[in-house]
């Protein structure tokens, strides 16, 4: 379990979406975090692997089928 505190403005918006929508703003606050942290996750594997660069394969050699796990 995390607790987290919010600013108010952001709680009362979220109350508000929650009352307009008869959703629960637990649901809200889970989607938006879900949502977000695809985009983290996305983003600092995009910088690893720019940072840690690792063999790439040309077209010509994935077609051929070369065992890529044994390239590695």
């Given at each position: 379990?995390?607790?987290?505190?919010?600013?108010?403005?952001?709680?009362?918006?979220?109350?508000?979406?929650?009352?307009?929508?008869?959703?629960?703003?637990t649901s809200?606050?889970?989607?938006a975090?879900?949502?977000?942290?695809?985009?983290?996750?996305?983003?600092?594997?995009?910088?690893?692997?720019?940072?840690?660069?690792?063999?790439?394969?040309?077209?010509d050699?994935?077609?051929q089928?070369?065992?890529?796990?044994?390239?590695?």
């Amino acid at each position: 379990m995390i607790t987290v505190h919010l600013p108010s403005e952001i709680e009362q918006r979220i109350a508000d979406l929650a009352a307009r929508t008869g959703r629960t703003e637990t649901s809200y606050i889970e989607e938006a975090i879900m949502e977000y942290l695809d985009e983290l996750e996305d983003k600092y594997l995009a910088l690893n692997r720019l940072e840690n660069p690792a063999k790439r394969w040309t077209l010509d050699e994935m077609e051929q089928g070369i065992d890529m796990d044994s390239c590695v």
